[in-house]
């Protein structure tokens, strides 16, 4: 049948099947039986070889397309793993910058006065801020437990890893709760990712597709919806800059967290980009060189979007991953 094809179209056909060798017979003649009606349906009927290879693609390349993957060579982890892998390295990244922003932001502790989150806290002072009189400079240190516990589920596996997590979480939960100072509310979006590392993989995993009920990305478009309203309220007081300089990302922050529940993957990036930005204008309005702005309201606000944006995500990667390994089957 080959001998009625172009020249071109034969010694095309001959190169794919010396490419097809990993197949069995039958495969290869099966392959090579629909390159060849392809070729046929060709404008020139195959007579060029420039235009076979346009159109098919190099005959090693396309022999490429049916090589078997089979399942013992995919490095498929549990799906446990898989989560917890991919929520870690962010909140590590979210845990170092936290520590460059409590190192480095200008103190403003009594610039939010008792109307702000101090008195949110009910209290100026607080267990953290006397251990902070005895330790001093060492506090720091704390802002690092993030950074560990974020990392501990890759090296230790089972219930010691969840016995750790649930340590760490509600350790940096204290922190947050019952710290009684500004600082400790930098914790607040590490603290969140904590948590989400912890059941995350136990609510994706339990449908067959792993993506999370539309009450679940309801509730977390109006609660980060909610944190932006309260951070740029709070924010506005007395900032001595152009309005529009918070209520622009604050606007646009609004409109990705409405997105959420429509799981469009660019506008869940968007929305991590968005966060990444927000405290990075924040702290450079923080500087006694511009605005000397609160940070801590574009931080809550901007790591709570990090934070929310990148469950999202997680949540897009793992229903991919889940609907690639159905596929399998």
Not at 159 to 170: P, R
Not at 205 to 233: E, K, Q
Not at 297 to 323: I, K, N, S, V, Y
Request: with cysteine.
């Amino acid at each position: 049948m080959s001998q009625n094809l172009p020249r071109a179209a034969r010694n095309y056909l001959e190169q794919l099947r010396r490419a097809l060798d990993f197949l069995s017979e039958d495969e290869r003649k099966q392959v090579l039986e629909q390159t060849r009606d392809e070729i046929k349906r060709l404008p020139d009927g195959g007579r060029r070889k420039r235009e076979l290879i346009s159109l098919l693609g190099e005959p090693a390349v396309r022999a490429m397309k049916f090589e078997r993957t089979e399942p013992e060579d995919l490095e498929v982890s549990s799906g446990k793993h898989f989560l917890t892998r991919i929520l870690a390295w962010p909140i590590f990244a979210l845990s170092l910058i936290t520590v460059v922003v409590v190192l480095f932001s200008p103190p403003h502790d009594a610039m939010i006065g008792p109307v702000g989150l101090t008195g949110w806290l009910n209290s100026p002072g607080g267990w953290l801020a006397e251990l902070e009189k005895v330790m001093g400079a060492q506090l720091i240190w704390l802002a690092f437990i993030p950074a560990v516990l974020s990392l501990i589920p890759l090296r230790i596996s089972g219930v010691t890893s969840l016995i750790l997590q649930v340590i760490g979480a509600l350790l940096m939960s204290a922190v947050c709760i019952s710290g009684g100072s500004v600082m400790a509310a930098y914790f607040i979006p590490v603290t969140v990712l904590l948590w989400a590392q912890i059941f995350t993989p136990l609510l994706m995993m339990r449908g067959s597709m792993a993506r999370p009920d539309p009450g679940w990305m309801i509730t977390a478009a109006v609660l980060l919806t909610a944190a932006v309203a309260f951070t740029t309220f709070q924010g506005l007081q007395g900032f001595e800059g152009p309005v529009w300089m918070i209520l622009a990302p604050a606007a646009l922050l609004v409109v990705l967290a409405i997105l959420l529940p429509l799981r469009w993957k660019s506008a869940h990036i968007a929305l991590v980009v968005t966060g990444i930005l927000v405290i990075v204008a924040g702290f450079s309005a923080s500087l006694p060189s511009t605005y000397g702005a609160v940070l801590l309201w574009p931080w809550l606000a901007g790591g709570l979007a990090f934070a929310a944006g990148h469950l999202a995500m997680a949540a897009d990667l793992w229903h991919e991953r889940a609907r690639k390994l159905l596929a399998l089957f």
